[in-house]
């Protein structure tokens, strides 16, 4: 079992780009969440995927959107870059809504610059 | 969200047991405590969660208070694998899908 993964595992754009972040769960996972870690702070809840519709989403502008795929694989897309999108995006899986038990991805290392 | 208050970071000597505690006082009775730890470069990992009594598992035991106002998680025996910044997450579960982690202890392990 690959576990989640997530690709690409670093990135580097520029200000006002745009850029898409993939994901595909563990096994048997029907659900993925987006999170943003920026350095030296926890992860923060960017929304959540199951059925392929947003299910939730936390304190994040319309320029983060996703997309989920009928084999539970996920998008994160964010628009118009700014700076301060520098972060490391993680993907996590689980079964169900309830986040019980949520297996993370590596993640992906973006850098605007 | 319950808040929740974690030390910033603690040592501990290899082999020797670990205890990272957790207040959250203003946890409500429905709330499950779940923690999680993430080593270096990598993803967060799930290590425990539970609701009243002391939970068990491989990795390691969670002991929670009579109150529920705080909780403690236990490592049996550390080792330099057990380096990493460990989280305490209360979980509502009332129309919300969302972990919450706040900024957790890291914890050192001194071969």
């Known amino acids: 079992d690959a576990g989640v993964t997530q690709s690409p595992t670093h990135l580097i754009k520029t200000r006002g780009q745009q850029v898409t972040l993939r994901c595909s769960p563990k096994s048997g996972h029907d659900t993925v969440s987006w999170y943003q870690q920026a350095l030296g702070q926890g992860p923060q809840f960017i929304f959540q995927y199951y059925e392929e519709e947003e299910r939730q989403r936390g304190n994040f502008p319309d320029r983060f959107s996703g997309h989920q795929f009928p084999n539970y694989s996920s998008e994160l897309n964010v628009n118009a870059l700014l700076l301060g999108d520098s972060a490391l995006y993680l993907c996590?899986?689980?079964?169900?809504?309830?986040?019980?038990?949520?297996?993370f991805g590596p993640g992906t290392r973006l850098t605007v610059l | 969200d319950a808040k929740t208050t974690q030390p910033n970071s603690m040592e501990s000597n290899e082999e020797e047991p670990v205890h990272l505690p957790c207040n959250h006082s203003?946890?409500?009775?429905?709330?499950?405590i779940h923690w999680y730890r993430q080593l270096p470069s990598q993803g967060p990992e799930y290590v425990i969660h539970?609701?009243?009594s002391n939970v068990n598992n491989r990795m390691a035991s969670l002991a929670i208070a009579e109150d529920r106002k705080s909780s403690t998680l236990i490592l049996h025996r550390a080792t330099l694998r057990d380096a990493a910044v460990y989280y305490c997450?209360?979980?509502?579960?009332?129309?919300?899908?969302?972990?919450?982690f706040g900024k957790g202890t890291k914890l050192s392990v001194i071969p």
């Open positions: 996590a899986s689980s079964r169900g809504l309830l986040p019980n038990e949520q297996f």
């Open positions: 539970g609701l009243t």
């Open positions: 203003t946890i409500s009775g429905t709330d499950y």
């Open positions: 997450i209360p979980y509502s579960g009332a129309g919300s899908y969302q972990l919450t």
